[in-house]
């Protein structure tokens, strides 16, 4: 991978960078910049989600990079990567800040998607030479630029000692929106969301609280749920929203035959109106 180096100030993307506290001198990059500055929104939280986490961070991811806005994220284990490879998925670009050198993808396991993401158009970015000696305050180093990088920041799922906060606490002296998911007043991986949203954070539930706020001009545009191509598939669409998402549950209220009701549920896959979450759980794509 050919290792590019650049200043902030030498690219209209980046150049928001400048205007942080602790500005980078220069930013060490593998792939591409955008050309210029587009909306962007960095999506971060725990790295081991619930699936309840997961399903969020892939919806908002997705439907954000659909709708032309460049995620961010920091390329660590859990929501980090879903929302990379969300993006991805939605033929969006995504740009990752590591707190290691270059040309090491780190962690390894992440290595492919890195990869995909260069190869989609996106970078991946980091201000440490190769070669550097890494240390822990490097990720939360790397926070700031995270933030920094983005008009707003969304947190998925978080925990009230997670990393994640300290992304939190960049984008509030950086003058940045923070859009937090609740979740489950029971569930320790929601106790860090549940405090900021006690604290005055935005609460996102639809991409479309994000558009609203960062891109009003363009909100005004209605969304609706997909149109089934039979009775079945509009029926099925509709418990999903409705929040079913266990298959035997759908099969039961949907009152189908099983054939039928299988055959209607692969091509739904197929046709792209549904994804599978794993163990006969379904979402909307």
Same mark, same amino acid.
Request: glycine fraction near 8%; charge should be neutral; include cysteine.
């Given at each position: 991978?050919?290792?590019?180096?650049?200043?902030?100030?030498?690219?209209?993307?980046?150049?928001?960078?400048?205007?942080?506290?602790?500005?980078?001198?220069?930013?060490?990059?593998?792939?591409?910049?955008?050309?210029?500055?587009?909306?962007?929104?960095?999506?971060?939280?725990?790295?081991?989600?619930?699936?309840?986490?997961?399903?969020?961070?892939?919806?908002?991811?997705?439907?954000?990079?659909?709708?032309?806005?460049?995620?961010?994220?920091?390329?660590?284990?859990?929501?980090?990567?879903?929302?990379?490879?969300?993006? #991805? &998925? =939605?033929?969006?670009?995504?740009?990752?800040? *590591?707190? @290691?050198? !270059? /040309?090491?993808?780190?962690?390894?396991?992440?290595?492919?998607?890195?990869?995909?993401?260069?190869?989609?158009?996106?970078?991946?970015?980091?201000?440490?030479?190769?070669?550097?000696?890494?240390?822990?305050?490097?990720?939360?180093?790397?926070?700031?630029?995270?933030?920094?990088?983005?008009?707003?920041?969304?947190?998925?799922?978080?925990?009230?000692?997670?990393?994640?906060?300290?992304?939190?606490?960049?984008?509030?002296?950086?003058?940045?929106?923070?859009?937090?998911?609740?979740?489950?007043?029971?569930?320790?991986?929601?106790?860090?969301?549940?405090?900021?949203?006690?604290?005055?954070?935005?609460?996102?539930?639809?991409?479309?609280?994000? #558009? &609203? =706020?960062?891109?009003?001009?363009?909100?005004? *545009?209605? @969304?609706? !749920? /997909?149109?089934?191509?039979?009775?079945?598939?509009?029926?099925?669409?509709?418990?999903?929203?409705?929040?079913?998402?266990?298959?035997?549950?759908?099969?039961?209220?949907?009152?189908?035959?099983?054939?039928?009701?299988?055959?209607?549920?692969?091509?739904?896959?197929?046709?792209?109106?549904?994804?599978?979450?794993?163990?006969?759980?379904?979402?909307?794509?």
């Amino acid at each position: 991978m050919k290792i590019n180096s650049i200043t902030p100030d030498k690219s209209k993307y980046l150049k928001v960078l400048a205007h942080i506290a602790k500005p980078p001198k220069s930013l060490n990059y593998v792939g591409t910049l955008p050309d210029t500055r587009i909306t962007s929104v960095a999506i971060v939280g725990t790295r081991k989600p619930t699936r309840y986490g997961q399903e969020v961070t892939e919806r908002l991811a997705y439907d954000l990079a659909q709708h032309g806005i460049i995620i961010v994220s920091g390329l660590a284990l859990g929501v980090d990567a879903i929302a990379h490879k969300a993006a #991805l &998925d =939605a033929r969006g670009t995504t740009i990752a800040v *590591l707190g @290691t050198p !270059l /040309p090491t993808i780190s962690p390894a396991t992440n290595r492919q998607l890195g990869e995909r993401i260069i190869e989609n158009g996106g970078a991946i970015i980091s201000e440490y030479e190769q070669g550097a000696r890494v240390f822990a305050s490097n990720f939360l180093e790397r926070n700031r630029l995270v933030a920094g990088l983005s008009d707003a920041l969304i947190i998925t799922e978080a925990t009230s000692r997670s990393g994640t906060l300290n992304t939190a606490a960049r984008a509030l002296e950086q003058g940045k929106e923070i859009f937090v998911v609740p979740g489950n007043i029971t569930s320790p991986l929601s106790a860090g969301c549940n405090a900021l949203l006690k604290q005055g954070a935005r609460v996102v539930t639809e991409y479309q609280d994000v #558009l &609203d =706020a960062l891109k009003p001009a363009e909100s005004q *545009l209605q @969304t609706s !749920l /997909p149109l089934g191509q039979n009775e079945l598939e509009t029926a099925i669409i509709t418990l999903i929203s409705d929040g079913i998402r266990d298959g035997e549950e759908l099969l039961r209220t949907s009152q189908a035959e099983p054939t039928e009701f299988a055959t209607t549920l692969t091509m739904m896959e197929l046709a792209g109106t549904i994804k599978p979450l794993g163990a006969n759980q379904w979402t909307l794509r």
